[in-house]
């Protein structure tokens, strides 16, 4: 959609894009302040989503570049982005549901 040469199908698409990056970041905050305990909520959040942001968000670049030099295919790239959302997803999976617990 966001090669189509005209406007409103380029506005559609970029607003699809808007509606699942606000339903990610409007959960997400929410999911990860449930999972750790007041005591130590702040420091296991800050500590854990930068280390895992740093690691794996520092090294993608260096990662996809391998995969295209050894696989010679320029949708490497999408396959390593579909291996960590097919992991986020079995994270997700595995949360429990703490709606009628109270927070500790």
Known sequence: MLHHPHFTVIL??????????GLFLGAGPATMVEVFPARVRCSALSVGYNLCLGVLGGTTPLVVTYLIARS???LSPAFYLMAAAALSLAVILSLRETATVPLK
Do not use: E, N, T
């Not at 607003?15 to 990056?21: E, N, P, Q, S, Y």
């Open 72 to 74: 010679h295919d320029d």
């Open 12 to 21: 559609l698409g970029q607003m699809g894009f808007a509606v699942l990056i």
